[in-house]
């Protein structure tokens, strides 16, 4: 019978392991980095993805479009909308950007552009993190216009470790880690 008990258990093991093998497992995120677990928690809802070559380019910078596409997939909503902005028509990132601007969680540029395609800083992505989950933002002090929302950020505890000046460019892998 223990010869029964320890088959049973090193196929369970086996199972588990293979399962845990079989999860879409992104080949440029080693399991120990330290976003690892950010990765994953996005790509468990559903906001992230494997390509065609299992990459998740955890350093590439994110859009304006990508960054509004991840938190509110996060955050669960449903989206829909087209033609909102000059530069936003029917694009797969429409929908996601109509709905953010229809509650006020973005604002185009004074020529009615959105700019998509530009990369997102954390500044920017400070003022839209807090206000899609409604941190708590003091916007009595009279600094910059982002020193509240990135206060807010820091009280929730959700600037990762590698943010390093306002104006810096959000990767893939900070995003993850702020999202988490």
Not at 79 to 108: H, M, R, T
Request: aromatic fraction near 14%.
């Amino acid at each position: 019978n223990s010869t029964l008990a320890f088959r049973l258990l090193l196929s369970f093991i086996i199972f588990f392991t293979l399962a845990q093998a079989a999860f879409a497992q992104f080949e440029d995120v080693p399991v120990d980095h330290p976003y690892a677990t950010a990765i994953q928690y996005l790509q468990e809802k559903g906001v992230v993805k494997t390509d065609e070559k299992k990459q998740f380019r955890m350093h590439d910078p994110v859009t304006r479009a990508e960054f509004i596409k991840m938190i509110l997939e996060t955050r669960g909503d449903k989206v829909s909308g087209s033609n909102c902005f000059k530069d936003v028509k029917n694009e797969w990132f429409a929908p996601y950007v109509c709905s953010a601007s229809k509650e006020k969680l973005i604002q185009g540029y004074s020529d009615k552009t959105f700019k998509p395609g530009n990369q997102i800083t954390f500044a920017k992505a400070s003022k839209i993190l807090a206000m899609t989950f409604q941190f708590d933002v003091d916007s009595t002090k009279n600094e910059t216009w982002f020193h509240g929302y990135v206060d807010a950020l820091e009280k929730m505890k959700t600037i990762p470790r590698g943010i390093f000046n306002f104006n810096q460019f959000i990767s893939r892998g900070l995003l993850a880690e702020m999202l988490w």
